[in-house]
Every structure is written in C-alpha cells, then in structure tokens.
C-alpha cells in the first residue's frame, strides 16, 4: 500500500508542476502565489536529516519572503508526529482531500460521449474557459498559471465540451508509467446534472486506455458529495486520505 501511495504522490507532483519549486534536504517548497494548496506547499519526497524545528522555521521564512502562510502537505507518508508537531505550533488542517483509484479493466463507462473534443494539447481557450468555469479572477492567478499547465512534463489529454461557441465543460488527463490522472473536471453551473461531468471522464478514461494506461487516479475534496458519487459510480474506490497544516495568521506559536 505504501509503494502505491508513494508512486501516486509522485504522479501528483509530475501532473502539476508549481510556478516556482526549491529543493530542501529531501523536503520540496512550492509556491505560485497561492493558486491552490497543492501548488504551494511543502511535500516531503525524500530522505530528511536535519531537525524538523529547523526545517520549519527554514520553510516559514521563505514563505514569509514570498508573501504566504507555510503550508505543509500531510499525506500518509508522513510521520504523524510530524503533523502534531505541526499542530503544536498552531497549524490548523485545511482542505483535506481523498485520492480515489481505478483499475480501468473495472471501468463503468458508458458507450459514447458524443459532446466532448479531445486533444493531445492544451490549447489557450481550454485554460482561459476553465478560469472562467472557476470564477478565477486574480489577475496575477490568470498571467502565471497557463505557464504552469505549459510545464507539465507528461503527455496530456484535454477534454472539453462546447455550447453556443464557448466552453462549458473542461477535464484533463495526465498519463504517467500505467496511469492516467484525471484533473480539472469543471461544468458551468447552469449545465450541471446534465451527465457532461460523466462524459468527460468517460472519455478521458477510454483514451487513456487506448494510450496504454492501466489504472486511473484522482483527487477530491473531502465533503463534494456530487464528486464522490460520480467517480464511485465509474468504479474509483477510496485509496488514502491527505490534508494540508496552515500556518496560522500571525506567525506560530
């Protein structure tokens, strides 16, 4: 289970490359101006040596220097003492997030998607139409991160669905050794209930089998009950739970 988390914790950070990165005894900092706690906190990848105290107070001030909280990334690769240690110096948890798994020979997907365009890249008005399926305003967000869907290593499949000449439905699968990793599944409001969300995973599941993935991984916020039940009912199970320690306003404890 644990060689599992780890390959799946390292597809993570291959399919979302950060605006910047800094390597730090086996630690990784990522920052991009706090687009998303996954983007801009500290994960643990590798061997640690020096004292966790240090470490975090090390983390703390460059974080200060770039104008965020410290955030840390608790996966179950992490000593949980590493997370009370954490909460001892006033960390508060944040946007705890389940990954869920799928064999795709166990896949239950429907026969045809007919609404939705699949390319191999990810063309401008695919990342200008998710910001606006977001609601994503912050101009600095909107300048720096199409540069970090540009960085992503893997090769990609971009899943969109159109109405009227826009887009209103996005998805984006990222293909690592056997997987596929499905990310930015988003519907505009008004066309949610509709099956668009199903269609695209649907699709981005179907061609990642065709590229030779074998199984499919995801990410989703604990409490999207929505979510849950549809990627449930495309046969993803529960794997491992995450969440994120915050440093609090104010500096720690």
């Not at 609404?115 to 695919?126: G, H, M, Q, S, Y």
């Not at 887009?167 to 690592?176: E, K, N, V």
């Not at 981005?204 to 590229?211: H, N």
Request: a neutral charge; hydrophobic letters at 35%.
């Amino acid at each position: 289970m644990e060689k599992n988390i780890k390959k799946i914790e390292d597809m993570s950070l291959n399919a979302w490359p950060s605006h910047k990165m800094e390597l730090y005894d086996g630690w990784i900092l990522r920052f991009s101006y706090f687009y998303t706690h996954r983007t801009n906190s500290v994960e643990q990848f590798g061997t640690s040596t020096l004292p966790w105290r240090e470490k975090v107070s090390y983390c703390e001030d460059v974080y200060k220097r770039l104008g965020s909280p410290a955030i840390f990334k608790i996966s179950p690769l992490v000593s949980p003492d590493f997370d009370y240690t954490l909460e001892n110096r006033g960390y508060e948890i944040q946007h705890t997030t389940e990954v869920m798994t799928l064999h795709l020979e166990n896949a239950e997907l429907s026969a045809d998607c007919p609404d939705v365009t699949l390319t191999d890249e990810i063309p401008d008005i695919w990342i200008t139409s998710l910001f606006d399926l977001k609601g994503m305003t912050n101009p600095i967000h909107r300048a720096v991160v199409p540069s970090m869907y540009r960085a992503i290593p893997k090769e990609t499949v971009c899943a969109s669905i159109w109405k009227n000449g826009k887009i209103i439905a996005t998805g984006l699968g990222i293909l690592d050794r056997d997987y596929i990793g499905i990310y930015a599944i988003h519907v505009k409001e008004k066309y949610r209930g509709q099956g668009f969300a199903r269609q695209i995973c649907t699709s981005l599941l179907k061609e990642g089998m065709t590229k030779g993935a074998q199984n499919a991984y995801l990410q989703v916020v604990k409490g999207n009950s929505p979510a849950k039940r549809l990627y449930a009912s495309l046969g993803f199970t529960d794997s491992y739970t995450y969440w994120f320690r915050v440093q609090p306003q104010g500096g720690t404890k």
